[in-house]
């Protein structure tokens, strides 16, 4: 995919990419670095942050990467103090760790519940809080993924739309609490994005694909790139005037069934 922006739209910039290891968001890091930023990625596990941060210096550029639970404040601050430590003030910050499995309210523990929760809201909140100190002020680009269920209530997602819904409205009222000093805070809610594992549980035969792209809109999946070019987008000085902003990059998908199998 094309970017529109040039390339070197990140060149002298610091990009802290928390959930940078896999999927999505590693796609996001690959963007920030080819666009010329300094990324420090964080993950839970060590052997994948070894791995991403292997995959993004064989394209060159400055990578740090961080083993901590974003569950823990202490251990996402410290991550952060060390990325500002290597690579100066911060200026882009997209946290991006989630965690989802399909359960009914009734068939579904407390701890299971909190346990996504604890992943994507209290996640969100610990990235985005603990970054401040760290940011190069004013300028600073935070963002963070949600998803439509924030919005839309879906069956067997209770601890998802919980989480997500959480995680939209911390958006905005941190864009309402920073936007003073400079600090932009958006939200990026994918749609169904084909190159990734949750599609392919999702929709496992092309069958299943065929029915849910007949649905949208633009009537296929997204791809990673195309997150990872909003991202890019957000990060950058063209969306200066972007603030507390809940941006769907979903093919339509917030717009409901578009197949007009719905007409009486």
């Known amino acids: 995919m094309q970017s529109a922006l040039r390339e070197n739209i990140l060149a002298g910039k610091v990009a802290f990419v928390a959930g940078g290891t896999s999927g999505i968001n590693l796609e996001i890091a690959h963007r920030y670095a080819r666009a010329g930023a300094k990324v420090a990625v964080l993950s839970r596990k060590q052997d994948k942050v070894d791995a991403a941060v292997a995959e993004l210096a064989a394209q060159g550029g400055e990578v740090r990467g961080y083993a901590a639970d974003v569950r823990n404040y202490e251990a996402v601050e410290a991550a952060l103090r060390q990325t500002s430590e290597a690579f100066g003030k911060i200026d882009v910050v997209l946290s991006g760790a989630a965690g989802n499995f399909p359960a009914p309210v009734l068939g579904m523990s407390a701890n299971a519940f909190k346990s996504v929760v604890d992943i994507d809201l209290m996640g969100t909140f610990h990235v985005l809080r603990?970054?401040?100190?760290?940011?190069?002020?004013?300028?600073?680009?935070?963002?963070?993924?949600?998803?439509?269920?924030?919005?839309?209530?879906?069956?067997?997602?209770?601890?998802?739309?919980a989480a997500k819904a959480g995680i939209n409205m911390l958006t905005k009222v941190l864009a309402m609490e920073w936007g003073p000093a400079g600090v932009r805070v958006n939200a990026i809610s994918p749609g169904p994005i084909g190159d990734t594992e949750g599609m392919r549980r999702l929709a496992p035969t092309e069958e299943i694909g065929n029915a849910i792209k007949a649905k949208l809109a633009l009537r296929d999946y997204g791809t990673r790139a195309d997150i990872a070019e909003m991202a890019l987008f957000l990060a950058s000085e063209s969306a200066r005037y972007i603030t507390g902003a809940i941006i769907n990059v979903d093919g339509g998908t917030d717009l409901g069934d578009a197949s007009g199998s719905g007409w009486f």
């Open 130 to 161: 603990a970054s401040y100190a760290y940011l190069n002020l004013p300028g600073a680009s935070l963002i963070s993924i949600t998803a439509g269920q924030a919005e839309h209530p879906m069956m067997f997602q209770a601890h998802v739309c």
